[in-house]
């Protein structure tokens, strides 16, 4: 359905799955697998976990497909659920690093990135890189580490972000401003 | 303009969302202050930084591991279902026990008053005091008496038949009648 699927749009092929064509579910699968994972892992710093969590949206997706009304757009329904989950991993997360911490060592590591086709020279300096901002972003206060990631690195629009949180849209052109500015602080602080 | 106004303005600025009025204050402050310039240009470096970060992808095999879920899911939710059917709560299984005490019973003590299989007997044969086996046996003796009576009638009838005069029938008529 691939090539097929792509003159539909996201809102079609939910309704084609909720109606009961499985190759819609296929589709919409192909079609935001990279993005969400994208996004988890920027929220969360671990590839893994962003590939588990993303498939639990999926799950989600799949399970309670008739939850979704056509009122709001698809990709404000599927990222509010991986949101949700990341964030529900975050706090899980922080609940066992309180009883974990004092057993961390120096070379524990945060987050991992993935491999790229750059000369070894380029591929340090820009993992390098790579990690200071994912090391910064991850430092950001929950509220502002999801606008940064939904706006600067998946760049949804003010309208799609604000559906997803849920909050007016003059308090994410707000939000991400200051997220900005904090994001800011912490590289120099990092030296960056 | 101050510093905080610039600060607050910035994301509108990059987003060209700032009234004309507005876009030349910010203008004439950086040319003022180099604070603010400089922050001005931090923040453009870290966005470029930010867009050009690798795109992190779903590996090869996540949508196998994503079908095997669905699958197991799907057989989990199957086996849930059955599950439930069988193990109602609590109440429930003590009322179907409760219930199933009571068929048995009323169904258990039909069959042995109709049989006469009395509880305990180790042949199995019907028990004497049985209802059954004296409707039965009643029956019978009754049957016997039947016939014993159908025969005396019919010989009694044949008596009757061969005193019947056959030379004058109008006193037979009279006598039957």
């Known amino acids: ?13 939910i309704a084609r799955f ?7 579910f296929d ?3 192909h079609r935001y ?11 969360l710093g ?6 588990d969590i993303v ?8 399970k309670n497909k008739n939850a979704y009304e056509n009122i709001a757009r698809f990709s404000t329904w599927i990222y509010t659920i991986a949101g949700n989950l990341a964030k529900t991993e975050l706090r899980k997360r922080k609940r066992r690093r309180i009883f974990s911490i004092s057993r961390m060592g120096p070379d524990e590591k945060e987050f991992e990135l993935p491999t790229s086709d750059k000369s070894p020279e380029e591929d340090a300096d820009s993992r390098f890189t790579e990690k ?10 929950e509220k502002f580490r999801t606008v940064v990631i939904l706006r600067d690195i998946q760049e949804l629009s003010y309208d799609e972000i604000s559906m997803i949180l849920e909050v007016p849209l003059g308090t994410v052109k707000s939000r991400v401003n200051r997220a900005r500015l904090k994001l800011r602080d912490l590289l120099k602080a990092m030296d960056h | 303009m101050d510093c905080n106004e610039y600060r607050e303005n910035l994301t509108n600025y990059y987003d060209n969302e700032l009234t004309t009025q507005e876009n030349n204050s910010m203008l004439k402050h950086e040319a003022i202050c180099s604070d603010c310039l400089e922050l001005n240009s931090e923040i453009q470096n870290i966005l470029g930084e930010i867009k050009g970060l690798s795109k992190v992808e779903a590996s090869a095999n996540f949508e196998t591991e994503l079908y095997e879920k669905l699958h197991s899911q799907a ?3 199957l086996t849930d279902k059955i599950k439930e059917f069988f193990e109602p709560s609590p109440i429930g299984v003590k009322a179907l026990a409760a219930g199933f005490a009571i068929l048995m019973i009323v169904v258990s003590g039909s069959y042995f008053m109709y049989n006469g299989v009395t509880i305990g007997s180790e042949d199995g044969m019907p028990a004497l005091s049985s209802p059954r086996f004296i409707e039965k046996h009643e029956k019978s003796s009754a049957d016997v008496i039947d016939e014993e009576a159908v025969r005396e009638d019919e010989k009694t009838d044949e008596e009757e038949d061969n005193n019947i005069d056959l030379d004058n029938p109008s006193e037979n008529e009279v006598i039957s009648e």
């Open chain 1, 132 to 141: 200071i901002i994912q090391t910064a972003i991850q430092e950001l206060p």
């Open chain 1, 55 to 62: 498939q639990d949206t999926f799950l989600k997706v799949y």
């Open chain 1, 18 to 24: 909720q109606n009961g064509d499985e190759y819609a």
């Open chain 2, 75 to 77: 057989e989990n939710s």
């Open chain 1, 27 to 29: 589709e919409i699968v």
């Open chain 1, 33 to 43: 697998k990279d993005r969400l994972v994208n996004f988890v892992f920027r929220f």
């Open chain 1, 46 to 51: 671990q590839i893994d976990e962003a590939e």
């Open chain 1, 1 to 13: 359905m691939s090539e097929e699927g792509n003159k539909f749009s996201d809102e079609d092929l």
